[in-house]
């Protein structure tokens, strides 16, 4: 079921800047906010993003250090 959120003192320039970005999105501040909020809950937290990356890691058995990724990113991208 959906919920409501109050949020307090957000400062003048902060409210103007976001009904800005809403109005050149073609939306109300509401709508804006709902799916700037969506965005950020479905990303992972930077802590849950670096474990799901060790866990690859060791999962791979990886033995590339990260100078040679560097290296082959590069070449790939000539």
Do not use: C, F, H
Request: positive net charge.
């Amino acid at each position: 079921m959906p919920k409501s959120i109050t949020i307090r003192n957000v400062s003048d320039e902060t409210s103007r800047e976001l009904a800005s970005r809403a109005a050149a999105a073609g939306q109300s501040l509401q709508e804006y906010l709902r799916g700037q909020l969506d965005e950020i809950a479905g990303k992972p937290t930077v802590r849950d993003w670096v474990r799901r990356v060790r866990a690859r890691v060791e999962e791979s058995d990886s033995t590339l250090s990260s100078e040679d990724i560097v290296k082959y990113l590069r070449e790939a991208r000539r």
